[in-house]
């Protein structure tokens, strides 16, 4: 008898297969639920009833995870690259072509007139039409009820000129 194998039974094999295929079932069916928990059950009952001591408990047990890992690593592989991920996933795209504007796209501010608000140096408060922008001047000091204009757009960052 080997000090590290444990002596696999019937009921050991029996039980990991059920314990591995309810694990496999809760990687399919996301959700910390009872065919996860069933699986890691069946999983230590199997250790517990096979080892003779810690070291074969142990080396079941580092079995019993890397097989747990290589089954992750398919089925996230699946999920990612095969058919069972394509449900999952919105294939249609919203984009500005199709009328879609983003929360964070701007664009449509450029060329707009507005009254600063606060002092812009460089960087204030401009009303445009009602709507209070955070903006960053060209440079200059610009007092507060001054009319400005947005001349560029740089992602959410508003810049704007006296005029």
Do not use: C, W
Request: neutral net charge.
């Amino acid at each position: 008898m080997n000090v590290f194998l444990p002596d696999m039974t019937v009921l050991t094999i029996l039980l990991l297969i059920i314990g591995f295929g309810l694990v496999l079932l809760e990687m399919h069916i996301p959700g910390f639920g009872v065919p996860g928990i069933a699986g890691a059950i069946f999983l230590i009952l199997a250790v517990v009833l096979t080892a003779q001591n810690f070291a074969q408990a142990l080396v079941m047990a580092l079995g019993i995870l890397a097989i747990l890992g290589t089954m992750l690593g398919v089925v996230l592989t699946f999920f990612t690259k095969g058919k069972l991920f394509k449900p999952l996933i919105l294939s249609d795209e919203q984009n500005k072509e199709h009328g879609y504007i983003s929360s964070s796209d701007l664009d449509y501010l450029l060329g707009k007139k507005g009254i600063a608000i606060t002092d812009l140096r460089p960087a204030g408060s401009v009303d445009i039409d009602g709507v209070k922008f955070d903006v960053v001047s060209d440079g200059e000091y610009v007092l507060s009820g001054a009319k400005v204009e947005i001349f560029k757009v740089s992602g959410v960052k508003l810049l704007v000129k006296k005029i």
